[in-house]
């Protein structure tokens, strides 16, 4: 049996999972797949009989090859023991008459956190002989702060995260600068998202940088392309499915569909892993917000980046490139890395692609696609909440719009919808949707909402106010290398020696 993963861009490709994890991405630009993903097969009647963490540890375990399994044992109890809120990790609640998952349970209340908790502890295991790494990230606002909760306190490892001044809600900011631990750096960009993020790539690409970081010192990213960040999201597709039977609403062995609201891509496509791995899945309904280059696919084949972006109130989906994207392409043109190599070129070239015929029939069996607009995500939640008194966040509620579409055409499959964000992550949109005013301190609007809806503020969104600041850097886009220098200095070896402050 194989035990390697390749490149989406070059099937010669053979590398370990640990150094998929090491590296993010391919040399040829490709992204780490699995090949044949179908023959691994899980024996998924055994899983519905394990909790969340033992179900983690079967999946990793066949993802993951050369972790032994000691190295998973530990990740998953590292990850998942204490950091969520509830003991299921991911719950399931029943809704009117479908079924909501609820992925925002971590220590940041988005679902990023069951990939960033797990991904750093997989990451310990890669490094070896006392060598380090630093996570360089650029955060539009939900990666940054799952991302340094995950990393905050670990060994041999340290994290800086760039967040556009002006860019991110006042929640988001507040959330990332006062993150505790001494290994984790905050710093603001006079620029945008793009600014910082354009700055990061070129960082990763500084050979001279690399050179003055020493040998024991490797930079890399906690991208949603990382195989360590995708592969822990399988598990609560597996776990949702057993939720249900284990309540009643589904038999052992009948399918179900799972709506996703979506940017990168890769929330959804860790469902289709789990549907290739054998769990029993007829549809994924994909949404897009007004970014809706995914939903123009669907109907077409051609994926066309040139075209306006907006700012929605769904704002982490607010993408244009659905990076994880090229691993379907991969799987549904039947490995073909020549031809995902050729229409990546032409996305790069020109701004888009166009795949054949055969190619989008294929990813229709298993998708269906279609976006919400700001007013669709707004209506949505008022809607739920009056008629069902359950709060949904705009992410979570640009799928349900999309959900209800796709029901038409097949209203008996049983449905889960994937619930992305705690309402009061994003609690301006929120609140416009179902409180008749609201206040303009960010603050007295969740307690508004608290006080109308009962619904509970997670503990970090309530504590976060009273939180000392802890990084006030605002720099430049131009001192962005300097700024990785000093902090390389600082994390790995000021405190070794314990001389500073
Ligand atoms: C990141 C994010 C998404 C999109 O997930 P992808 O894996 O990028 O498709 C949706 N909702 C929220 C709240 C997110 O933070």
Known sequence: MNKYYTSTRNGSVQISAKQAIKKGFADDKGLFVYPDLEKLQVNFEKLLKLNYQDIARAVLTILLPDFSADEIDESVHA?????????????????????????????????????????????????????????????SGDTGKAALEGFKGLD????????????????????????????????????????????????????????????????????????GRLIPQVVYYFDSYKQLVNDGSIEVGQKVNFTVPTGNFGDVLAGYYAKMLGLP????????????????????????????????????????????FERLLYYKSGQDTEYVKQLMDDLEDSGKYEVSKEVLANIQQDFYCGYSTDDDIERSIAEVYEQNGYLMDPHTAAGYKVMRDYQ??????????????????????????????????????????????????????????????????????????????????????????????
Not at 111 to 139: E, R, S, W, Y
Not at 212 to 218: H, M, Q, T, Y
């Open 156 to 227: 041999n490892m340290g994290i800086i995260v760039f967040y556009p001044d002006g860019g991110v809600s006042k929640i988001q900011k507040l959330q990332m600068i006062t993150t505790g631990g001494n290994n984790t750096k905050v710093a603001a960009i006079e620029g945008n998202f793009d600014d910082a993020q354009t700055n990061v790539k070129r960082i990763f690409n500084d050979q001279a940088l690399k050179k003055s970081l020493g040998d024991d010192v490797s930079l890399s990213s906690a991208n949603s392309i990382n195989i």
């Open 79 to 139: 990850a998942y023991q204490s950091s969520f809120d509830t003991q299921k990790i991911t719950p399931v609640v029943p809704v009117d008459n479908f079924h909501i998952l609820e992925l925002f349970h971590g220590p940041t209340s988005a679902f990023k956190d069951v990939g960033l908790q797990l991904l750093p502890q997989l990451m310990k295991h890669v490094l070896v002989d006392n060598n380090k790494v630093m996570i360089l990230t650029a955060t």
């Open 281 to 324: 899945v007829n549809k994924f309904v994909v949404a897009c917000n007004e970014n809706n280059v995914l939903a123009n696919f669907f109907n077409h084949g051609v994926y066309d980046r040139n075209r306006p972006f907006f700012q929605t109130v769904a704002p982490s989906m607010d993408i244009q490139i659905s990076s994880n």
């Open 408 to 501: 038409k055409l097949d209203p008996e499959t049983p449905m889960i919808l994937l619930s992305t964000a705690s309402p009061y992550k994003f609690v301006n949109a929120v609140a416009n949707a179902v409180l008749p005013e609201t206040s303009a301190d960010v603050q007295q609007v969740m307690r508004d909402l608290h006080d109308a809806t009962n619904a509970p503020i997670p503990d970090n969104l309530r504590k976060v106010w009273d939180l000392p600041v802890r990084h006030e850097s605002v720099i430049q886009k131009d001192q962005m290398t300097d700024y990785v220098k000093q902090k390389v200095e600082e994390v790995f070896y000021d405190q070794d020696q314990g001389t500073r402050n």
